[in-house]
C-alpha cells in the first residue's frame, strides 16, 4: 500500500497529468493489439505443439507476434494506416467504419484507448511522475490488458501475469509501496487464498469454480501491495463480481450455468486498493467493529 499521506497529497502539477494522458491513449492503442493477439498466439502456439508431438505438419508457420503482421480490417483485409490509427480521434473522424469497405469498427477499441488515458492521468496525478508514478503505469496497463482478455476468453496469459508479480516483488526491494517481507508474504497468501476456494469448491461440488490464472493475479496484487491489502481486494472483487453477475443473470438473461470471468473484478479491485485501500480498510474495520 503507497504511504497515507500520498493519498491526500497536493497533487502533480497539471502538465505531467496531460503528458500521462496522451501517452495513456497511446499505449491504449497498443493494448488493443495486446488483448487481440496473445490469445491468437497462445492458441496458435498450442496447436504447432500438438501438430509437432503428433509428428504432423505445423499449421501456423508465418510469424505473427505483436509487431507482425501489421493491424488490417478483419473484413476486407485494408491495413491500417498510420493517420487512421491516430486514439479515439480516427474512430470519429472515420465514424467507426472501416475506410475501405465501411465495416463497423467496435467502439471498445476507443473506449480501451480512453480507459487507458484516464487512468494514467489519474495514476500521475495521484503518484507523481517520479518512480512510483511509472511504476503504478505499469501496473494499470498489465491490468487494463488482462481485464479485457480474460474477459473476452476467461483466460489471464501467464505473458502478463507473471512479470506484474515480478515487477511488484522487484519494486518492493527498497519498500517502494510495501516492505519487501509483506510483498512477499502478499505474493504467497495471494496466490494460496484463491487456491485454496478453488479446491475448497471443487471437492464440495465437483466443479472448477474459478481458473489458475485468477491464484496468479491475485499473488501479483499481493506482490505490489502486500498482504494487508488482499482482504480489502478480495471483498471488493467480490462485492462488484457479484452485483456484476447479479445484474447480467437480470437484466441480459445471462444464464447462470455460462461462466463470468473473475479476473476484470480482481484488477478493479487492485486498480481501487492501490489509489484508496487505506481510507477502506480503515472504514471496513470501523463497520466490522461497531
Known amino acids: 500500500m503507497p504511504p497515507e499521506s500520498l493519498l491526500f497529497a497536493a497533487p502533480a502539477s497539471l502538465a505531467p497529468t496531460i503528458a500521462a494522458v496522451v501517452l495513456g491513449l497511446l499505449i491504449g492503442s497498443f493494448l488493443n493489439v495486446v488483448i487481440h493477439r496473445i490469445p491468437v498466439m497462445m492458441q496458435r502456439e498450442s496447436d504447432n505443439y500438438v501438430a509437432h508431438e503428433m509428428g504432423k505438419d505445423?499449421?501456423?508457420?508465418?510469424?505473427?507476434?505483436?509487431?507482425?503482421?501489421?493491424?488490417?480490417?478483419?473484413?476486407?483485409?485494408?491495413?491500417?494506416?498510420a493517420l487512421e490509427n491516430i486514439p479515439v480521434i480516427s474512430w470519429l473522424v472515420l465514424r467507426g467504419k472501416c475506410?475501405?469497405?465501411?465495416?463497423?469498427?467496435?467502439?471498445?477499441?476507443?473506449?480501451?484507448?480512453?480507459?487507458?488515458?484516464?487512468?494514467?492521468?489519474?495514476?500521475?496525478?495521484?503518484?507523481?511522475?517520479?518512480?512510483?508514478?511509472?511504476?503504478?503505469l505499469l501496473f494499470t496497463y498489465l491490468l487494463v490488458a488482462m481485464t479485457f482478455i480474460d474477459y473476452d476468453t476467461q483466460l489471464l496469459p501467464d505473458d502478463l501475469t507473471y512479470p506484474l508479480l515480478w515487477a511488484g516483488l522487484l519494486l518492493n526491494l527498497n519498500g517502494t509501496f510495501v516492505p519487501l517481507a509483506d510483498a512477499?508474504?502478499?505474493?504467497?497468501?495471494?496466490?494460496?487464498?484463491?487456491?485454496?476456494?478453488?479446491?475448497?469448491?471443487?471437492?464440495?461440488?465437483?466443479?472448477?469454480?474459478?481458473?489458475?490464472?485468477?491464484?496468479?493475479?491475485?499473488?501479483a496484487l499481493g506482490a505490489w501491495l502486500g498482504w494487508k491489502a488482499l482482504p480489502t481486494i478480495i471483498l471488493l472483487s467480490s462485492v462488484v463480481g457479484a452485483l456484476v453477475g447479479i445484474s447480467l443473470i437480470v437484466f441480459a438473461r445471462r444464464g447462470r450455468d455460462k461462466p463470468i470471468p473473475f479476473g476484470p473484478y480482481l484488477a478493479a479491485a487492485g486498480l481501487i486498493a492501490l489509489l484508496y485501500g487505506g481510507p477502506i480498510a480503515r472504514y471496513t474495520q470501523t463497520l466490522l467493529a461497531a
Request: glycine content about 12%.
Open 99 to 136: 475506410s475501405a469497405c465501411k465495416a463497423p469498427i467496435s467502439a471498445r477499441y476507443p473506449a480501451i484507448e480512453l480507459l487507458t488515458g484516464l487512468l494514467s492521468g489519474l495514476m500521475v496525478w495521484t503518484f507523481g511522475s517520479g518512480w512510483m508514478g511509472l511504476a503504478t
Open 184 to 219: 512477499v508474504i502478499g505474493a504467497a497468501a495471494g496466490y494460496l487464498a484463491l487456491w485454496s476456494v478453488y479446491w475448497l469448491f471443487k471437492l464440495a461440488t465437483g466443479k472448477e469454480g474459478m481458473g489458475y490464472g485468477d491464484f496468479k493475479l491475485l499473488a
Open 58 to 81: 505445423l499449421p501456423y508457420t508465418d510469424r505473427f507476434n505483436l509487431m507482425v503482421p501489421r493491424s488490417r480490417c478483419p473484413h476486407c483485409g485494408h491495413q491500417i494506416t
